[in-house]
């Protein structure tokens, strides 16, 4: 490929945004994740609506999944899901299991 990279824009927080801090963000979306609550129940705690609180969910999942991902896993880095490697580490199974 030839030129130059391309780059994101850089993350800007609107006026009224209802979730300004990233401690705000990380209540959200781990007590979404904690009660599991309908969207509009959820979304009314924090002050959205449900089309709000649903695009806010969708983006703020993506941390704590990628987090779990990077980890809790066992394989080496730049490897997701490493058939060998999970082969090869020595997980004892309880006595009967086999």
């Known amino acids: 490929m030839e030129g130059k990279p391309r780059t994101g824009r850089r993350y800007s927080q609107y006026a009224n945004c209802p979730l300004p801090s990233a401690e705000d963000r990380l209540l959200f979306i781990l007590s979404y994740l904690k009660v599991a609550a309908l969207q509009v129940a959820h979304g009314a705690l924090f002050g959205m609506t449900q089309s709000n609180a649903n695009k806010w969910i969708h983006v ?15 394989t080496y880095e730049g490897s997701r899901h490493d058939k060998p490697i999970a082969d090869q580490t020595p997980y004892p199974l309880p006595e009967g299991s086999e």
Do not use: E, R, Y
């Open 60 to 74: 703020l999942l993506v941390v704590p999944h990628q987090t779990l991902l990077d980890f809790l896993s066992d």
